[in-house]
């Protein structure tokens, strides 16, 4: 079942027993903006009204930077069906485009240094809240663990061996396979800089550790992407961005990102 399809059964839409009192006059609602935004959900709005037999016009796409007040979209059909998407459609903007304005808070800040989201998301609704990211002006890791190589600290520890992991990556890299590689501590990232990899993660370092183990890997291999991971936030994300790492990644693009204030008015 899709997503949308999914809410609006769970939110009890085709069985809404207070709205059966008012008359089903043909009414139009206006989606309003209460704040200014990213907006991001359009496509699933539109769908959970399709569902319930009201038509769906948007002013805006997926992206746009909206100010408070704006008209997102309009929507027009029977007054009971109308209220019967209401809560679905809004929970879909709200939510998606919480993660995607909150992404470009952090983009803008961290500019031009990359942004990007992790696995951190809601269960089922990943591929939407990583489309909000991209909306945002972020980027994405790994969808799943089946789309790319990313060997972090619990990895490195059940192997427990750093001669055996480089081994292991070597053989990885030997079939053509990208690897991103975490580090915890300045020695250890200056040992895996040695290893054949694509992206070196620097976990959990604070602003001053990241500004000289970045130097110190930029000296031994140039070519190393280098990501800053690990409690990232809007206080600290420019100062992380300014010590030459290529790219950030924050957990609280999808985990933590606030709901947006947008209302249906009739």
């Given at each position: 079942?899709?997503?949308?399809?999914?809410?609006?059964?769970?939110?009890?839409?085709?069985?809404?027993?207070?709205?059966?009192?008012?008359?089903?006059?043909?009414?139009?609602?206006?989606?309003?903006a209460k704040q200014d935004l990213v907006v991001c959900g359009i496509a699933q709005a539109r769908r959970a009204f399709q569902l319930?037999?009201?038509?769906?016009?948007?002013?805006?796409?997926?992206?746009?930077?909206?100010?408070?007040?704006?008209?997102?979209?309009?929507?027009?059909?029977?007054?009971?069906?109308?209220?019967?998407?209401?809560?679905?459609?809004?929970?879909?903007?709200?939510?998606?485009?919480?993660?995607?304005?909150?992404?470009?808070?952090?983009?803008?800040?961290?500019?031009?240094?990359?942004?990007?989201?992790?696995?951190?998301?809601?269960?089922?609704?990943?591929?939407?809240?990583?489309?909000?990211?991209?909306?945002?002006?972020?980027?994405?890791?790994?969808?799943?663990?089946?789309?790319?190589?990313?060997?972090?600290?619990?990895?490195?520890?059940?192997?427990?061996?750093?001669?055996?992991?480089?081994?292991?990556?070597?053989?990885?890299?030997?079939?053509?396979?990208?690897?991103?590689?975490?580090?915890?501590?300045?020695?250890?990232?200056?040992?895996?800089?040695?290893?054949?990899?694509?992206?070196?993660?620097?976990?959990?370092?604070?602003?001053?550790?990241?500004?000289?183990?970045?130097?110190?890997?930029?000296?031994?291999?140039?070519?190393?992407?280098?990501?800053?991971?690990?409690?990232?936030?809007?206080?600290?994300?420019?100062?992380?961005?300014?010590?030459?790492?290529?790219?950030?990644?924050?957990?609280?693009?999808?985990?933590?990102?606030?709901?947006?204030?947008?209302?249906?008015?009739?």
């Open positions: 079942m899709d997503p949308v399809k999914q809410a609006l059964f769970e939110d009890g839409a085709f069985q809404d027993i207070t709205s059966a009192m008012i008359p089903n006059d043909r009414v139009t609602g206006r989606f309003l319930v037999g009201v038509a769906f016009a948007s002013r805006v796409k997926d992206g746009d930077r909206v100010r408070k007040g704006m008209a997102l979209a309009t929507v027009t059909g029977p007054a009971r069906r109308v209220l019967a998407g209401e809560r679905t459609a809004l929970n879909f903007v709200q939510q998606l485009s919480g993660v995607a304005t909150l992404t470009r808070k952090f983009v803008d800040l961290a500019a031009p240094v990359r942004v990007f989201d992790t696995r951190k998301t809601t269960p089922g609704l990943r591929a939407l809240e990583k489309h909000a990211v991209v909306c945002g002006g972020g980027h994405n890791h790994r969808m799943g663990l089946q789309d790319g190589v990313m060997i972090k600290d619990n990895h490195i520890a059940a192997i427990g061996d750093l001669d055996v992991l480089r081994e292991k990556v070597q053989a990885l890299a030997s079939r053509g396979r990208p690897v991103v590689l975490e580090a915890s501590g300045h020695d250890q990232a200056l040992l895996f800089a040695t290893f054949p990899i694509q992206v070196l993660m620097l976990d959990n370092f604070s602003v001053p550790g990241l500004k000289r183990t970045v130097k110190a890997v930029r000296n031994l291999n140039p070519a190393l992407e280098l990501e800053a991971s690990g409690g990232v936030t809007l206080k600290t994300v420019r100062a992380v961005a300014r010590t030459g790492v290529d790219r950030v990644s924050v957990g609280a693009l999808t985990h933590s990102a606030p709901a947006v204030d947008i209302s249906l008015e009739l």
